[in-house]
């Protein structure tokens, strides 16, 4: 993945989180403590494309966005429910 590609998923993955906050209406409080743990990775999938993996590390969920080129815009490819699909127990905290 060259630079170039890098700075594109950059500005998309940004560009998501603000329409996210803008479109998710009324006010926003501030709430004490972690609710949630997230991992962003940057991906290629086998077919040679960019995605972005989100991993949700509260709710053991897992969800590819891979970069359509016609419409350019980021759109779900795949996901999964770790505890179920990888047959673990889950965290016991």
Do not use: C
Request: glycine share 8%; net charge negative; charged share 20%.
């Amino acid at each position: 993945m060259n630079g170039k590609s890098v700075a594109i998923l950059f500005l998309l993955v940004v560009a998501v989180i603000l329409a996210t906050l803008v479109t998710s209406g009324g006010p926003s409080f501030a709430q004490g403590g972690r609710f949630a743990d997230y991992g962003l990775l940057p991906v290629q999938t086998a077919s040679d494309r960019d995605a972005l993996l989100i991993i949700d590390t509260t709710t053991e969920r897992m969800v590819l966005w891979e970069f359509d080129l016609t419409s350019k815009q980021l759109v779900p490819a795949d996901k999964a429910d770790l505890r179920r699909d990888a047959g673990t127990p889950g965290r016991t905290n």
